[in-house]
């Protein structure tokens, strides 16, 4: 297992060495770029032994903090165990570089949304299970921080999971604090001043749940009527008063945490189901 501590005589390379001309990584046979973000690429890969399709995040290695914000994920996400979030099959150092590697699965809810959206009751579903795994994710101390619809992965049996922790926060660092982030999603007081809490959290969840909803991002959350964007229905009118309190432009407006917002979005949606 790959350890997150001093590096045993392992250097942390300054620039990332490339695949190898046959696409091999360890015992894995790379087959895909899937994903690319700021500070790491994912690939679909296929274990040479078993034959099993995985999903193989590499970092983009620049610097020593590029490399230990690769490695807090592993830290973060080693504590986190619940049926919404995306779990660690391995990790361990290949050629001088650290992999992680996850499960693979069917697609991301933003792959759902560009092929033609999510039906009602497909996006409340996802929804509950979103703020389910969100909300353990905030019982076990930590913030996500960077919650977006390609972060959301869809596995056999409309299983979502919650992945992508790269820039994940412990609570109980002093005065955390981080100025990346996907803009869109942002909260007003993570994206002016790099201020991040369960509160952030709750108002990025609200964003992507909105955007399951209706199919498009708004460009400022803040100044939509959300009457005016969801459907003219008994369940859109039953759960818009819970994304209008997690979408307020204060943190002390909204739901304290992800568990608060599940609870409250569960109970509006309860009777109201489109089927």
Known sequence: MLQSGPRSGTPAPRERPELPPARFFGKYMIVR????GGFGEVYEAADVFSGRSLALKLPLINDDRALDDFLRELDIVGELEHPNVVPIIEAEWVNGLPMIVYPLGECSIADRIDAGGLWPSEAIAFAEQFLDGLAHVHDR??????????NLIVFPGELLGISDFGLARDMLDEGVHTTSGTAEYMAPEHLND???????????????????????????????????????????RAIEPTLRKALSARPEDRYKDAGEFASAFREAARGRRVH
């Open 194 to 236: 790099g201020w991040v809490s369960t509160r952030s959290d709750v108002y990025e969840a609200a964003v992507v749940i909105l955007e399951m909803l209706t199919g498009w991002l708004p460009e400022n959350p803040l100044e939509i009527v959300l009457e005016d964007i969801l459907p003219d229905s008994q369940w859109a």
């Open 141 to 150: 101390g930590f913030l996500h921080c960077d919650l977006k619809p390609g």
């Open 33 to 36: 770029k899937i994903a690319e």
